[in-house]
């Protein structure tokens, strides 16, 4: 079985589409920052990528995880031709903090947040009237969780249509596990390159339409033909490569490929 893409939507701080996001890619564009959303001070990492939508001069502000992830999904419906009240169309959403930066800002009495804020469901209820939501949890893992579960709603006959999306703003609390975790912080991501060496904390949204094969009325940019998992708790901080192999080489199956192929 396959899925067709048929929307997609994302923002980052190199671009605001995905289009945009491509071009500056391939162009090698540098966009890493010294850190704004607080203070660096207590962190050995001094550069992110954040996406530059804070009132100028000011400080951080509640909820842009939240208000990007409305946007993306507003666009991916959009570009995949479909009415924009999805009360019918499950909503599964990825992310590694979720709102958490919006409780920090709470705690420090710089925001006004309510328990509802920290909920996606709230906004994409209230937006949308979205019905459906999902959160995942899987660290960087999540959305593609969501993408596995879209695909197994379809196959399932739930849905016909499913949106997924992911969103994440950069938190104290996610910066500083970042920042102990790793033996070495490296001043820029270089994840294509042979001397690569670990992660710094970026910021952005992105959101695709899957539907079951053939349903859709505008074009397809992709087709999902499988989907793996794998949650072997391996350690607490590193994957154990041969959960890797086997989640490949799963999909591989789903798919009925072969690795050379």
């Not at 996406?51 to 570009?79: F, K, N, Y």
Request: charged share 25%; proline share 4%; glycine share 10%.
């Amino acid at each position: 079985m396959t899925w067709d893409i048929t929307g997609m939507a994302a923002v980052a701080n190199i671009g605001a589409s995905p289009g945009e996001i491509f071009a500056a890619l391939c162009a090698g564009q540098e966009s890493r920052e010294p850190l704004r959303a607080f203070a660096p001070d207590n962190y050995r990492a001094k550069y992110a990528y954040e996406i530059d939508d804070r009132p100028e001069g000011g400080g951080d502000i509640p909820r842009r995880a939240t208000r990007w992830l409305t946007t993306v999904v507003r666009q991916a419906v959009a570009d995949a031709g479909l009415d924009e009240h999805l009360s019918q169309v499950p909503v599964l959403v990825g992310t590694t903090m979720r709102e958490q930066r919006s409780l920090e800002l709470w705690w420090r009495d710089d925001a006004e947040v309510g328990l509802e804020d920290l909920h996606f469901g709230t906004a994409l209820k209230e937006t949308f009237g979205a019905s459906t939501t999902y959160t995942f949890a899987n660290a960087c893992s999540a959305t593609l969780y969501a993408l596995g579960m879209a695909t197994d709603m379809i196959e399932a006959g739930i849905a016909d249509t499913v949106v997924v999306a992911g969103t994440d703003a950069a938190t104290e609390s996610g910066f500083g596990t970042l920042d102990r975790v790793q033996n070495d912080i490296p001043d820029a991501l270089r994840p294509f390159d042979a001397t690569h060496m670990g992660m710094l904390m970026g910021e952005g949204a992105a959101a695709v339409v899957v539907q079951r094969a053939g349903t859709g009325n505008g074009r397809v940019h992709a087709r999902v033909r499988g989907v793996s998992m794998n949650c072997d708790a391996h350690h607490a901080t590193a994957p154990d490569p041969d959960g890797i192999t086997r989640a490949v080489l799963d999909a591989y199956r789903r798919a009925g490929v072969r690795a050379q192929d």
